[in-house]
């Protein structure tokens, strides 16, 4: 086992006793990413991620992210390296500013090795939509299972131990879908916990920074890190930033766990099924209160459809930017609306085009209240149902996805009429603005299945402290496609 | 047939705050493109906006000054539209809760005073600057995302002259509250009119037509006289009056059809996500109205009080700076009048003629107030003032310097003195004494003349001219 | 409510600045098809109607304003260095009427 394979914590100490260097470090993390085979980056930063991490020789004894090689997605703005959001209409566009969490981890002193692909302009689920083509997962070396999207390359970049962590972003759940189906740690914290200054937004109002880990530890103390009021970001919160990782191993007897009974009762799953009942048995033994509660299941089934009005008509405004005039190839035209028409028609996929123009017409005039205002109404009943809840409960408990990660003959980005509860609902998190994290639980024919704890706003401490004593249960902290373990769930 | 006109005017404002609406980048006139520019302004993915405190501030004080219901709680709205010079794709703006609502100002009109009703008061950003050339056009984002308000009235105004009135007395806010240079040549105040006409008595209005372009407050009360006029003239020969855009072309002074308006643009608004409710507490609002700069209005009539006409209010008040010069000179003179003679007439022919703003005046108040003061209280001429004035400016010495150079002395009107010269003149003059009283009028402008040149110019000449009549017809 | 035909969303998207393939706007259709079928089962939720549209997933009010205080902007170089056609300091685009 490699230095890279360590825990973050084991990780850390190896450096502060110089058992390793950043550099040491880093070379072995982008030489992992150049030998994945797995479609994940747009863009491997050897020459800078090299010279910075040179520059950190006198190791940070309480800075736990000192020297630690991460990938970042690549929505985040990073001054000076290519950025695309996987779109040909941005091809070419170098950033002038660093996104406040890359800033925040440059300061940390954490070596950014490479931005991964993802979903084009992170408008997809299934990691297939980006301009460089199908990103893989890397549990499957045939290459027929998806990693789930939209941070497809992040999820692969820490699922194969290329990196201890990587930045993603969720809208719906692009950070705890493929953490589900890549056998990681996936959190998304509350809205406005983390600035979203440099994110290439998708649908702001439920976009948030999220990221992968291997383990419950790294992803409190990256919030530790990530968190804070950042005066670039008019939502971000000022509420003070806690030690998240704090209460990790205090037990959680007492605690009252809330299954959403219809989401439960739509798992068709056998393996899934009963990995899921185990865990709620030995969730029991450590003194949880499981409370099966009932949700609306009209409410339920309107989800994705709520989802998809409203995160369409906040992208087609966010991404009228796009026209190619100020950055992003130039395509010419005999008049500026050419110009813009060229660029946009040649740089965004059919797919793209086609949920901007759901976008679009939802917002018409005539269209607005039926459509966009509806959807917003009803994302109003959505967050009382959810909240109702949580009143009553320290979190919501779930699994992540209903299977593993599907194989790619049988996923598709087209909004179909069949429907799965259990497949939508972690975008509960994403209209409510809550924290979320989805951990492993086992595994399917060799492919990882998920769970996912979400607790109130700003209640992060609590979900870590969950999350932690999940995973003490599932024996799962540190899986990755090279520390392969079996779980005891 | 008689028409009536139902004329509503739209301005924008661009404030002169440090920084721009939603970006740290300077909000200053830059000559040089593109040197004024914060991420956010050139739209590079990953901005976000954050509310410029001034600019809220600065639009609480219009809103007050209009009378307006002020909202305690700011929301804002994307505008959706593509255009070469909107950076964004779409402008941040306040459609569904303007910061202020109903108010009203009041212009003045034959015979009296008009209300005119004020629909709302919004904040919004500047698009960037297009320059154009005979086959292409060049993009400043200098002026991208400078803070505008847009002040929208209700379709009450009735005919050019009440417009520009109108929009004077909106220009008179915006300056005295500090918000904006308000100037309309130079953009920094906007004005876009909708007028239509009906018949007297008809309820419904008449087809809209706005006139962009205008460039002057004289410019908007003739390009809205035109209109009516063409408007009319298409109603009487039974033609219709089409909803269109028209610009004003100044060189021909007429309205110009820019496009006919097919179905009203949908600009898609829906809230911005990316900032939250802002709530302004009743302190921090109160603190903004109670902090205003003293407004136009306020101003006119402490000038009037203070002995000014009309006319020489209005001309001071019509640059602040002017005004606030005027006010630094007051403590310095006896009479306020006096100081805006002099500022009127003497200094800004000096202005005008050396091409020099008032706040780049090398005389300070305090100093021109000494000069004036020569005048009122040390018995020099308006004429000799004039000459140590001109001689100051000339030769940056002080008045005094200045009045020993040219050999200025006061005149002297004390009476025993100058019945002395009187009297030796008239002893003197016993031939000119005769033909005054045989109706001579012009003989005392003689003795007047020598009078002064005996005195050598120190006395008083219309004091000696009282004097040398009332000797004369004791004689 | 619009009635969706491929002539309405031809214009939407040559609104949006792009086009799409006869068969993109064939998938658009059936999509839309499904879209507005669930958006009308949302529409018969009978409280519906007493829910204000919800941009912000939670109270976020805030009293922030930023402090009218410039900060150094971009050099022209760094603002335009991915512009793709550019003349004298400027972006250049084809003349721009009206």
Same mark, same amino acid.
């Given at each position: 086992?490699?230095?890279?394979?360590?825990?973050?914590?084991?990780?850390?100490?190896?450096?502060?006793?110089?058992?390793?260097?950043?550099?040491?470090?880093?070379?072995?993390?982008?030489?992992?990413?150049?030998?994945?085979?797995?479609?994940?980056?747009?863009?491997?930063?050897?020459?800078?991620?090299?010279?910075?991490?040179?520059?950190?020789?006198?190791?940070?004894?309480?800075?736990?992210?000192?020297?630690?090689?991460?990938?970042?997605?690549?929505?985040?703005?990073?001054?000076?390296?290519?950025?695309?959001?996987?779109?040909?209409?941005?091809?070419?566009?170098?950033?002038?500013?660093?996104?406040?969490?890359?800033?925040?981890?440059?300061?940390?002193?954490?070596?950014?090795?490479?931005?991964?692909?993802?979903?084009?302009?992170?408008?997809?689920?299934?990691?297939?939509?980006?301009?460089?083509?199908?990103?893989?997962?890397?549990?499957?070396?045939?290459?027929?299972?998806?990693?789930?999207?939209?941070?497809?390359?992040?999820?692969?970049?820490?699922?194969?131990?290329?990196?201890?962590?990587?930045?993603?972003?969720?809208?719906?759940?692009?950070?705890?879908?493929?953490?589900?189906?890549?056998?990681?740690?996936?959190?998304?914290?509350?809205?406005?916990?983390?600035?979203?200054?440099?994110?290439?937004?998708?649908?702001?109002?439920?976009?948030?920074?999220?990221?992968?880990?291997?383990?419950?530890?790294?992803?409190?103390?990256?919030?530790?890190?990530?968190?804070?009021?950042?005066?670039?970001?008019?939502?971000?919160?000022?509420?003070?930033?806690?030690?998240?990782?704090?209460?990790?191993?205090?037990?959680?007897?007492?605690?009252?766990?809330?299954?959403?009974?219809?989401?439960?009762?739509?798992?068709?799953?056998?393996?899934?099924?009963?990995?899921?009942?185990?865990?709620?048995?030995?969730?029991?033994?450590?003194?949880?209160?499981?409370?099966?509660?009932?949700?609306?299941?009209?409410?339920?089934?309107?989800?994705?459809?709520?989802?998809?009005?409203?995160?369409?008509?906040?992208?087609?405004?966010?991404?009228?930017?796009?026209?190619?005039?100020?950055?992003?190839?130039?395509?010419?035209?005999?008049?500026?609306?050419?110009?813009?028409?060229?660029?946009?028609?040649?740089?965004?996929?059919?797919?793209?085009?086609?949920?901007?123009?759901?976008?679009?017409?939802?917002?018409?005039?005539?269209?607005?209240?039926?459509?966009?205002?509806?959807?917003?109404?009803?994302?109003?009943?959505?967050?009382?149902?959810?909240?109702?809840?949580?009143?009553?409960?320290?979190?919501?408990?779930?699994?992540?996805?209903?299977?593993?990660?599907?194989?790619?003959?049988?996923?598709?980005?087209?909004?179909?009429?069949?429907?799965?509860?259990?497949?939508?609902?972690?975008?509960?998190?994403?209209?409510?603005?809550?924290?979320?994290?989805?951990?492993?639980?086992?595994?399917?024919?060799?492919?990882?299945?998920?769970?996912?704890?979400?607790?109130?706003?700003?209640?992060?401490?609590?979900?870590?402290?969950?999350?932690?004593?999940?995973?003490?249960?599932?024996?799962?902290?540190?899986?990755?496609?090279?520390?392969?373990?079996?779980?005891?769930? | 047939?008689?028409?009536?006109?139902?004329?509503?005017?739209?301005?924008?404002?661009?404030?002169?705050?440090?920084?721009?609406?939603?970006?740290?980048?300077?909000?200053?006139?830059?000559?040089?493109?593109?040197?004024?520019?914060?991420?956010?302004?050139?739209?590079?993915?990953?901005?976000?906006?954050?509310?410029?405190?001034?600019?809220?501030?600065?639009?609480?004080?219009?809103?007050?000054?209009?009378?307006?219901?002020?909202?305690?709680?700011?929301?804002?709205?994307?505008?959706?539209?593509?255009?070469?010079?909107?950076?964004?794709?779409?402008?941040?703006?306040?459609?569904?809760?303007?910061?202020?609502? +109903?108010?009203? &100002? =009041?212009?003045?009109?034959?015979? #009296? %005073?008009?209300?005119? /009703?004020?629909? *709302?008061?919004?904040?919004?950003?500047?698009?960037?600057?297009?320059?154009?050339?005979?086959?292409?056009?060049?993009?400043?984002?200098?002026?991208?995302?400078?803070?505008?308000?847009?002040?929208?009235?209700?379709?009450?105004?009735?005919?050019?002259?009440?417009?520009?009135?109108?929009?004077?007395?909106?220009? +008179?806010?915006? &300056? =005295?509250?500090?918000?904006?240079? #308000? %100037?309309?040549?130079? /953009?920094?105040? *906007?004005?876009?009119?909708?007028?239509?006409?009906?018949?007297?008595?008809?309820?419904?209005?008449?087809?809209?037509?706005?006139?962009?372009?205008?460039?002057?407050?004289?410019?908007?009360?003739?390009?809205?006289?035109?209109?009516?006029?063409?408007?009319?003239?298409?109603?009487?020969?039974?033609?219709?009056?089409?909803?269109?855009?028209?610009?004003?072309?100044?060189?021909?002074?007429?309205?110009?059809?820019?496009?006919?308006?097919?179905?009203?643009?949908?600009?898609?608004?829906?809230?911005?996500?990316?900032?939250?409710?802002?709530?302004?507490?009743?302190?921090?609002?109160?603190?903004?109205?109670?902090?205003?700069?003293?407004?136009?209005?306020?101003?006119?009539?402490?000038?009037?009080?203070?002995?000014?006409?009309?006319?020489?209010?209005?001309?001071?008040?019509?640059?602040?700076?002017?005004?606030?010069?005027?006010?630094?000179?007051?403590?310095?003179?006896?009479?306020?009048?006096?100081?805006?003679?002099?500022?009127?007439?003497?200094?800004?022919?000096?202005?005008?003629?050396?091409?020099?703003?008032?706040?780049?005046?090398?005389?300070?108040?305090?100093?021109?107030?000494?000069?004036?003061?020569?005048?009122?209280?040390?018995?020099?001429?308006?004429?000799?003032?004039?000459?140590?004035?001109?001689?100051?400016?000339?030769?940056?010495?002080?008045?005094?310097?200045?009045?020993?150079?040219?050999?200025?002395?006061?005149?002297?009107?004390?009476?025993?003195?100058?019945?002395?010269?009187?009297?030796?003149?008239?002893?003197?003059?016993?031939?000119?004494?005769?033909?005054?009283?045989?109706?001579?009028?012009?003989?005392?402008?003689?003795?007047?003349?020598?009078?002064?040149?005996?005195?050598?110019?120190?006395?008083?000449?219309?004091?000696?001219?009282?004097?040398?009549?009332?000797?004369?017809?004791?004689? | 409510?619009?009635?969706?035909?491929?002539?309405?969303?031809?214009?939407?998207?040559?609104?949006?600045?792009?086009?799409?393939?006869?068969?993109?706007?064939?998938?658009?259709?059936?999509?839309?098809?499904?879209?507005?079928?669930?958006?009308?089962?949302?529409?018969?939720?009978?409280?519906?109607?007493?829910?204000?549209?919800?941009?912000?997933?939670?109270?976020?009010?805030?009293?922030?304003?930023?402090?009218?205080?410039?900060?150094?902007?971009?050099?022209?170089?760094?603002?335009?260095?991915?512009?793709?056609?550019?003349?004298?300091?400027?972006?250049?685009?084809?003349?721009?009427?009206?």
């Amino acid at each position: 086992m490699d230095m890279l394979d360590l825990s973050l914590a084991e990780l850390h100490q190896a450096l502060v006793e110089k058992k390793t260097t950043p550099l040491e470090l880093t070379k072995e993390a982008i030489a992992r990413a150049k030998a994945n085979s797995d479609n994940a980056f747009e863009y491997i930063n050897e020459e800078g991620a090299l010279a910075f991490a040179a520059t950190l020789t006198e190791p940070e004894a309480d800075n736990p992210l000192w020297g630690i090689p991460y990938v970042a997605k690549d929505n985040f703005s990073t001054k000076g390296i290519p950025t695309t959001a996987s779109s040909n209409i941005l091809n070419g566009y170098v950033p002038v500013f660093d996104a406040t969490v890359i800033q925040k981890l440059k300061d940390a002193k954490a070596v950014m090795i490479a931005k991964a692909t993802m979903d084009e302009l992170a408008m997809g689920g299934t990691g297939t939509t980006g301009h460089l083509g199908i990103t893989y997962n890397p549990y499957d070396p045939s290459h027929q299972h998806e990693i789930g999207g939209s941070s497809c390359g992040s999820a692969v970049s820490v699922a194969d131990g290329i990196v201890p962590f990587a930045l993603g972003s969720d809208t719906g759940d692009s950070v705890r879908k493929p953490a589900s189906f890549a056998g990681l740690v996936g959190t998304k914290p509350t809205w406005g916990r983390i600035s979203r200054y440099g994110l290439f937004p998708f649908a702001p109002s439920l976009d948030h920074v999220g990221y992968f880990t291997r383990d419950v530890y790294s992803a409190a103390v990256l919030l530790d890190v990530l968190a804070g009021r950042d005066e670039n970001d008019s939502t971000s919160s000022t509420r003070p930033v806690e030690k998240y990782e704090s209460k990790m191993n205090e037990p959680i007897a007492g605690k009252k766990i809330a299954v959403i009974q219809e989401i439960y009762d739509s798992l068709a799953d056998e393996t899934l099924l009963k990995a899921f009942n185990h865990s709620l048995d030995v969730l029991k033994e450590q003194g949880a209160i499981i409370d099966f509660v009932s949700m609306d299941s009209t409410l339920l089934e309107s989800l994705y459809p709520t989802y998809m009005v409203i995160s369409c008509a906040e992208a087609t405004s966010n991404d009228a930017n796009l026209d190619g005039i100020k950055f992003g190839p130039y395509r010419g035209g005999k008049t500026y609306q050419e110009v813009m028409f060229n660029a946009r028609n040649e740089g965004f996929s059919e797919l793209i085009k086609r949920r901007f123009v759901i976008g679009s017409y939802c917002l018409m005039r005539e269209n607005q209240e039926e459509l966009f205002l509806r959807a917003q109404r009803n994302r109003a009943k959505i967050v009382e149902s959810v909240n109702a809840i949580l009143k009553d409960h320290d979190a919501i408990y779930l699994a992540a996805a209903p299977s593993v990660a599907p194989r790619f003959d049988q996923s598709s980005d087209r909004l179909s009429d069949e429907y799965l509860m259990a497949d939508n609902h972690l975008c509960l998190g994403n209209f409510a603005g809550l924290p979320s994290i989805t951990l492993p639980l086992g595994f399917e024919n060799g492919l990882p299945l998920g769970v996912n704890f979400m607790t109130g706003a700003f209640q992060e401490t609590l979900l870590f402290q969950l999350a932690a004593a999940f995973e003490r249960a599932s024996g799962l902290a540190e899986l990755s496609v090279r520390n392969p373990k079996e779980g005891n769930l | 047939m008689n028409f009536e006109a139902v004329i509503g005017l739209e301005i924008h404002v661009q404030q002169k705050t440090k920084s721009k609406m939603f970006s740290s980048a300077p909000n200053g006139f830059s000559r040089d493109p593109n040197t004024q520019v914060a991420p956010l302004d050139m739209a590079f993915p990953g901005t976000m906006p954050v509310v410029n405190k001034q600019a809220v501030i600065n639009a609480i004080r219009v809103a007050n000054a209009l009378h307006m219901t002020i909202d305690h709680t700011l929301y804002f709205d994307r505008k959706n539209y593509f255009y070469s010079d909107l950076p964004k794709g779409f402008q941040i703006t306040q459609q569904a809760r303007p910061i202020g609502k +109903n108010g009203y &100002v =009041y212009v003045e009109v034959p015979g #009296g %005073k008009k209300r005119i /009703g004020i629909e *709302r008061i919004h904040m919004e950003e500047d698009t960037c600057k297009q320059e154009h050339f005979m086959d292409y056009t060049l993009m400043d984002y200098n002026r991208a995302g400078v803070p505008l308000c847009e002040i929208v009235s209700l379709p009450e105004i009735s005919n050019g002259t009440e417009a520009r009135e109108y929009a004077e007395a909106i220009r +008179n806010i915006v &300056v =005295y509250t500090g918000t904006s240079d #308000g %100037k309309m040549e130079e /953009g920094s105040l *906007r004005c876009d009119t909708n007028v239509s006409i009906r018949p007297y008595g008809q309820k419904e209005f008449g087809t809209k037509v706005e006139i962009k372009n205008i460039n002057s407050f004289k410019n908007i009360e003739l390009a809205i006289d035109y209109e009516i006029a063409r408007q009319s003239r298409l109603l009487l020969s039974g033609e219709k009056v089409r909803q269109e855009t028209r610009r004003w072309d100044e060189g021909s002074g007429k309205t110009v059809l820019m496009r006919v308006k097919t179905d009203a643009v949908d600009y898609k608004y829906f809230c911005e996500p990316n900032i939250p409710p802002i709530h302004l507490s009743d302190d921090f609002v109160q603190n903004a109205i109670d902090t205003c700069p003293e407004l136009y209005d306020a101003k006119k009539e402490r000038y009037l009080a203070m002995g000014l006409s009309r006319s020489d209010a209005e001309i001071i008040l019509s640059d602040p700076k002017m005004a606030a010069y005027f006010e630094a000179g007051v403590p310095f003179v006896q009479n306020a009048k006096d100081l805006a003679n002099y500022l009127i007439v003497e200094v800004n022919t000096y202005l005008n003629k050396e091409g020099v703003a008032i706040q780049d005046f090398a005389l300070s108040p305090k100093t021109l107030g000494e000069i004036i003061t020569g005048q009122e209280k040390d018995g020099l001429s308006h004429k000799q003032c004039v000459d140590i004035l001109n001689y100051v400016l000339a030769n940056s010495v002080s008045p005094k310097e200045a009045k020993e150079a040219l050999h200025i002395v006061a005149q002297v009107s004390d009476s025993n003195v100058i019945l002395k010269f009187v009297t030796d003149v008239l002893d003197q003059n016993p031939k000119s004494i005769a033909d005054y009283k045989a109706g001579n009028q012009r003989v005392l402008g003689f003795l007047v003349g020598q009078v002064m040149k005996a005195s050598h110019g120190k006395v008083n000449p219309a004091e000696v001219s009282k004097t040398l009549q009332e000797e004369i017809k004791k004689r | 409510m619009k009635t969706i035909t491929k002539e309405v969303l031809q214009d939407a998207a040559n609104r949006l600045l792009f086009t799409m393939s006869d068969e993109q706007y064939d998938t658009l259709m059936g999509e839309f098809k499904i879209l507005t079928k669930q958006m009308a089962i949302i529409g018969e939720i009978p409280d519906l109607g007493n829910y204000e549209p919800m941009t912000f997933p939670f109270d976020c009010t805030t009293s922030y304003l930023r402090e009218d205080v410039p900060v150094a902007p971009l050099t022209r170089e760094e603002a335009l260095k991915n512009a793709g056609n550019k003349q004298d300091g400027q972006i250049k685009l084809p003349k721009v009427v009206g």
